[in-house]
C-alpha cells in the first residue's frame, strides 16, 4: 500500500525501515502475503530473502518509498530470518525471529491503553508471560499530528536488540499506568492463542490514547462520509430509537482536549488535539501491514453521541480503514459495548456488529466498576476478561469455530411486564407503577449473580449458592423505559418489595431474571 502525501521521510539515500518491522514481530500467515516497506535511494531496486530462499524484488518511487510482498507463509513456531537488500546503496538489513501467524489492530480510549500490570492479579499475569512464547506486543507511543506521517514516532517499549516488537515475557511489561503492553490488547491475543492450540502465533499493536473520542482516529474522508461506510440504513435499524431530540455531534474546539506540555514537534498549532491527529500519527504509518483485524474499545468520550450517531461513526472508521488505509475488506472489526443504554457503544451492539460486515462485539457493561479497590485510576480492573470474550467471539466470526454458551455471554432474548395488581398509590405519588418484570436470556447456562462468592475479586464479602438466593441488588438493575425515564428494581418495604431479584435457569442454555421494578412518578 502506497502512503500518498504524508510526511515524515524525505531524502533517503540508504535503506531504511519502519519502526513496525523489526526482529521478533509477527507476520500476517497465509493465504495473505505478509507485507514489507521502507525506503532507499529514489529507484533503486530492494530485495528481501526468507531463510536465504529465493528473493522477492521491489523498485522505490520517487520519493524513495518502497512495498514489497514475500510468498504466503503458513503459520509456524519457528524463528525465521528476513534479509533485505539494496545493493547499489550497499544497505542491508537482517530481522531475525520473525514469526508467521495472525496479527491484530488494537486502538481506543483510556480502556484499551489501561496495561497488564494495572489488571487484576497483574503481578501473576506477568509472572507467567514467558509460557506463551508465540505472542509478540508493539505498543505505539502517543503522537499527535495534522498530516498522515510515514512512519511512527516511537514506541513505549523496545524489546530484545532494540525492536519495536516485545517478547510475552516478565521484562517485557511495564509498571506505570497505562504504559506497555494494552491489557485487552494482550489478553485477546493470549486467549486467542490458547484457543488456537498454541500453535498460530499472534501478534498484537496497540495504538489507544486516554480521554480520546472517534473523531481523532478518523480521517477527514471518514468524518464526512454521511453514508456511515455504505450501511446508513442498517446502522439506523440497528440502533432503537434516540430519546428526545438527538445530540449533534461536537465542535471541534469542544472536543479538543488541552495538552499543554506534551511536546508535538511542532505538528499541532496550540498544543492541542485535532481531528484526526491520532490517525495520522498512530494508525496511518501502520497502512502497507497485513492484518488478521482490528480490535476497537471506546465510546466514554462521545457520551453525547446517540447510539445511531456513534455507530454511524463506528461503521464509517471501519471501512475507512479496511477499505481506504489498509486495502482489507475482509479484516474482522471487534468493539466493546460499554452501557446499557441508547447512547454512543451502549445498547444496539449486536445489531451494528452485524451491520458492518466481518465483525462482532463483546459487552464489558457488567465488568464496570465496582468496588473502589478493585479499580485503577477509576477504571476497572478485569480486562482479562474482556480480552477472552473478544477472542471467544472471534473464534466464532472469524475461525469459523460453532458457537457455544460462552461465545457471547447472557443475550437478552425476550422480556415481558406486567402491572402488579392491587397496589394503591403511596402517599405523594401520582400512581401506583409497580412491575413484574421478568428477562429471558440465552447463552445464560450457568448465569449467577455478580456478588456471588464464584466471583473472585469482582465484589466481596457476599455469601450465597449459585443461581438460588435473591442478592440485594439495588441500583444494579435498572432500565431506560421509552420516554427516556428511568427506574430501578424496588427497594421499598412500605411496598412489599425488598431490591432481590432472582435468576432462574431454564436447564439447557438460557435463563430468566424476576425482579419488581418501581416505575412510578413522583
Known sequence: ????????????????????????????????????????????????????GPHTAGVADSSGQWNLMLPPQPASLVGRTITITAPTSGGIRNLTDVLFGDVFLCSGQSHMSFSVNQDLNGSAEIAASAQY????????????????????????????????????????????????????????????????????????????????????????????????????????????????????????????????????????????WSFGCFYNAMVSPLAPMALRGILWDQGEANYKDSCAAWGCKLAALAHDWRHNLFGQDDLLFTFDQLRADTQAAGIGAARLASAMG????????????????????????????????????????????PPTNLSYGPTIAGASVALLPGRAARPGRRVASLLNVSIRLAFASGLHHYDAPECAGCCRGATGPLIRGTPKT??????????????????????????????????????SVWMLLDAAGE
Open 1 to 52: 500500500m502506497a502512503l500518498i502525501g504524508v510526511t515524515g521521510v524525505t531524502g533517503v539515500s540508504e535503506l531504511r525501515l519502519p519502526l513496525a518491522l523489526g526482529s521478533g514481530m509477527v507476520l500476517q500467515r497465509a493465504p495473505k502475503a505478509a507485507r514489507l516497506w521502507g525506503w532507499a535511494a529514489a529507484g533503486e531496486q530492494v530485495t528481501a530473502m526468507l531463510d536465504g
Open 133 to 272: 512464547v508465540g505472542l509478540r506486543m508493539l505498543t505505539v507511543a502517543d503522537d499527535c499530528r495534522t498530516a498522515p506521517s510515514a512512519d511512527l514516532k516511537d514506541v513505549k517499549f523496545r524489546g530484545r536488540s532494540g525492536s519495536a516488537w516485545a517478547v510475552s515475557e516478565p521484562e517485557s511489561f511495564g509498571s506505570a499506568n497505562f504504559g506497555y503492553p494494552s491489557a485487552i490488547c494482550y489478553f485477546f491475543g493470549r486467549h486467542l492463542y490458547a484457543q488456537l492450540g498454541g500453535s498460530v502465533p499472534v501478534g498484537v499493536l496497540s495504538a489507544a490514547v486516554g480521554g480520546s473520542a472517534i473523531e481523532f482516529w478518523m480521517s477527514a474522508p471518514a468524518r464526512a462520509d454521511a453514508s456511515c461506510g455504505g450501511v446508513a440504513a442498517e446502522v439506523k435499524s440497528a440502533c432503537p430509537p434516540a430519546v428526545g431530540e438527538e445530540p449533534s455531534s461536537l465542535t471541534q474546539s469542544e472536543e479538543a482536549v488541552a495538552t499543554a506540555g506534551w511536546d508535538h514537534g511542532g505538528a499541532v498549532a496550540g498544543g492541542g
Open 358 to 401: 466481518a465483525a462482532t462485539y463483546a459487552s464489558r457493561v457488567d465488568l464496570q466498576t465496582c468496588l473502589a479497590n478493585d479499580t485503577s485510576e477509576g477504571h476497572a480492573t478485569r480486562k482479562v476478561e474482556v480480552g477472552r470474550r473478544l477472542s471467544l467471539a472471534a473464534m466464532v466470526r472469524a475461525y469459523a469455530q
Open 474 to 511: 439495588g441500583d444494579g438493575w435498572s432500565f431506560v423505559m421509552s420516554d427516556g425515564t428511568r427506574a430501578a428494581v424496588c427497594q421499598d418495604p412500605g411496598l412489599g418489595c425488598d431490591g432481590a431479584a432472582n435468576i432462574v435457569g431454564d436447564g439447557r442454555d438460557g435463563a
